[in-house]
């Protein structure tokens, strides 16, 4: 088994990554809690608080979607 790292216990939230801010912002627990932040990082432990919190009704729940990659199309 492989040890654990920092990075593996984070997670990153970039807001100008989400694909759907603006849409969602007013209803995402980084607004409610922080305004809506260029950029946070909370590890697994923090993370486990807020779904904690979203599920009980006093928070909303994280709204971040990232983007994945497409496919790569070569032209003809």
């Known amino acids: 088994m492989a040890p654990v790292t ?3 216990m984070t997670t990153r939230i970039d807001c100008d990554t989400c694909v759907v801010r603006g849409l969602h912002c007013h209803d995402c627990v ?3 809690l922080l305004g809506p932040p260029p950029e946070l990082t909370i590890d697994d432990d923090e ?11 006093l928070v ?3 709204r971040l979607v990232e983007p994945v990659s497409g496919p790569v199309i070569e032209s003809a």
């Open 6 to 8: 920092v990075r593996d």
């Open 30 to 32: 980084v607004t409610v």
């Open 60 to 62: 909303p729940p994280l």
């Open 47 to 57: 993370m486990a608080a807020l779904d904690v919190l979203a599920s009980g009704g």
